[in-house]
């Protein structure tokens, strides 16, 4: 797909539809998932960015130099940026139920508030940081390719972190109802 296929994609995302997003340069991943939460966010949905490679304040600053008022989406609760141990490795390790039942509760946090829907953009990193692939593999094949929960929600890889591991880029596909990938992902021909 070309950048602004994945943008208008993105854009036009559905409850239940869990997608994957490779990407091999930051710039890319930014422009894709904020672009996804921004539409979700100004058709009054809520939404979540749960960090990775980028702290917490990154993201924000991102966000708000991408045009995203983020003071008055977070002040009121439409939006909740996120580091990665408070959502997929709360308490010190990850657990798939701990990480489903945590959407769960964002998700009726924000239908009790009266949002329209829920968005999530994850980024993926953190199972290569913490060395948990099989628990990766495992979260994105409870989640399956479609959420059983009317959320949408991006799984942001970077393509780096998959360099020279083929038969977990097929694994990823598999648990997507949708792929996007942005830019040249070195490696994978060789790999898959």
């Given at each position: 797909m070309k950048?602004?296929?994945?943008?208008?994609?993105v854009r036009q995302m559905k409850p239940t539809d869990h997608v994957v997003l490779f990407y091999s340069k930051p710039e890319d991943k930014r422009e894709v998932?904020?672009?996804?939460l921004k539409t979700g966010l100004d058709q009054g949905k809520a939404a979540?960015?749960?960090?990775?490679?980028?702290?917490?304040?990154?993201?924000?600053?991102?966000?708000?130099?991408?045009?995203?008022d983020v003071g008055r989406f977070?002040?009121?609760?439409a939006?909740?940026?996120?580091?990665?141990?408070?959502?997929?490795?709360?308490?010190g390790s990850f657990s798939v139920p701990n990480a489903m039942d945590l959407l769960k509760a964002l998700y009726a946090d924000a239908t009790a508030k009266g949002f329209k829907g829920f968005r999530c953009a994850g980024e993926m990193a953190c199972f290569f940081k913490e060395n948990a692939l099989k628990e990766l593999v495992e979260y994105e094949k409870a989640l399956g390719r479609s959420f059983e929960m009317p959320l949408e929600g991006i799984c942001a890889y970077d393509a780096n972190d998959l360099a020279e591991k083929g038969s977990l880029y097929l694994e990823l596909i598999k648990a997507h109802r949708s792929v996007n990938?942005?830019?040249?992902?070195?490696g994978v021909a060789s790999s898959c």
């Open positions: 950048e602004q296929e994945i943008l208008d994609f998932l904020f672009t996804f979540a960015y749960v960090a990775t490679q980028e702290s917490p304040d990154e993201i924000r600053e991102g966000m708000v130099a991408f045009g995203m977070e002040d009121s609760g939006l909740h940026v996120f580091p990665y141990k408070e959502l997929y490795f709360k308490g990938i942005t830019g040249p992902l070195d």
